[in-house]
């Protein structure tokens, strides 16, 4: 029972830990901003900041907690881009204007994404290893060809869609085109800020942390740890890793929401929704630590704000960029630096004790 309590403690104090963190680095960040001591680059970094964060916390539901290789997470980020965009655009053609279109935008980018999740992870997730991570890569790389085709336009007789060009739409003198082929979405209304990317991350690590210390992450966990024994005691692999898999998508589509209402053109090139974009959210993921929630996002805000501060330097930044990146995950992986962690734990613990001690004396 003891055990227990200790084990319940220690997840208390990680989650609040992990909560305090975003907390205090929102209020430092806006106590500057109140002073004028932000510069406009650090400006113009804070949202990504959050849809990063929230990419990489997603993605480490499927790659840390549930144990499975998916590179297609920024195909359901463009899902939820697009998807919201294509609201967000059209109410503005209407005259309707307001935040809680947001709101309404935020759900629809996380429902499509979230069935995308389900119709993709029954046949994928069936897979295991380098065969996930080759189908989920081909699901991003389709979905951004497909939008790169698409011209998608809305009249008095409703929505009108073409793979050809503009003029094959046939819309009315009324009418109007959401999505221009490969030129994408303009004119999205600016909706997303540093307060709503905030408000956003806190709700996904509750759902992610929640969803960890509950059975369900136990059962994905385990299935994760050794698939055989815990099917032999009646856990359903399909079942939960699909669980994990569909969260992760929709989640991936919040941030897609929030990256789309951030720009006043939206258009699926390669590095926006890409094959680079997958991998560079999975580096976020392997250098804060696999299952990692708060190291995920301390991953992701120091790896894009890394490449801006180098930007002075011009053709050697990314080469410092993946050197720095090879350093760290080699430091990190070092046995003698595991050992050096743990033993720091250790001695903060052994310090916390004497603390909690010498104040009951007092």
Same mark, same amino acid.
């Given at each position: 029972m003891d055990l227990l309590k200790k084990r319940q403690l220690k997840k208390f104090r990680y989650n609040l830990s992990t909560y305090l963190m975003i907390i205090i680095a929102y209020a430092i960040i806006m106590l500057l901003s109140f002073q004028g001591k932000i510069s406009s680059l650090l400006n113009g970094l804070l949202v990504p900041f959050c849809t990063y964060s929230i990419l990489a916390v997603s993605l480490n539901l499927v790659v840390g907690i549930s144990g499975e290789l998916s590179l297609g997470h920024a195909g359901f980020m463009c899902i939820g881009a697009f998807s919201s965009a294509i609201f967000t655009r059209y109410m503005k053609f209407l005259g309707v204007e307001g935040?809680?279109?947001?709101? !309404?935008?935020?759900?629809?980018?996380?429902?499509?994404?979230?069935?995308?999740?389900?119709?993709? =992870?029954?046949?994928?997730?069936?897979?295991?290893? /380098?065969? $996930?991570?080759?189908?989920?890569?081909?699901? =991003?790389? !389709? @979905? %951004?060809? !497909?939008?790169?085709? @698409?011209? $998608?336009?809305?009249?008095? *007789?409703?929505? *009108? @869609?073409? $793979? %050809?060009?503009?003029? /094959?739409?046939? $819309?009315? /003198? %009324?009418?109007?085109?959401? !999505?221009? =082929?490969?030129? =994408?979405i303009t004119g999205t209304p600016h909706y997303s800020s540093f307060t709503a990317g905030v408000i956003l991350l806190l709700i996904v690590v509750t759902i992610i942390l929640n969803l960890i210390n509950s059975r369900t992450g136990r059962n994905i966990k385990a299935l994760r740890d050794n698939r055989i024994a815990a099917e032999s005691v009646g856990i359903s692999a399909m079942k939960y890793k699909l669980i994990a898999f569909i969260i992760a998508s929709s989640m991936a589509g919040v941030a897609g929401v929030l990256y789309a209402h951030n720009l006043t053109t939206l258009t699926a090139l390669p590095k926006n929704f890409g094959y680079n974009m997958s991998i560079t959210i999975l580096v976020f993921v392997v250098l804060g630590g696999m299952g990692k929630i708060r190291g995920s996002i301390i991953a992701a805000v120091i790896l894009t704000l890394l490449p801006e501060m180098l930007r002075s330097l011009q053709d050697y930044r990314m080469l410092i960029y993946s050197i720095v990146l090879i350093c760290v995950m080699i430091f990190t992986s070092a046995p003698s630096m595991k050992q050096y962690i743990e033993v720091a734990k250790s001695k903060l613990k052994h310090i916390r004790k004497s603390f909690s001690k010498s104040k009951e004396g007092i």
């Open positions: 935040l809680y279109l947001f709101v !309404i935008a935020i759900i629809i980018g996380a429902v499509s994404a979230a069935v995308f999740g389900l119709l993709i =992870g029954i046949p994928v997730l069936r897979l295991k290893g /380098d065969y $996930l991570a080759i189908v989920t890569l081909a699901f =991003g790389e !389709i @979905i %951004k060809n !497909i939008v790169n085709a @698409i011209y $998608l336009g809305f009249d008095e *007789h409703g929505a *009108h @869609i073409s $793979l %050809k060009n503009a003029m /094959d739409l046939g $819309l009315s /003198d %009324k009418g109007f085109i959401v !999505i221009k =082929g490969a030129q =994408g």
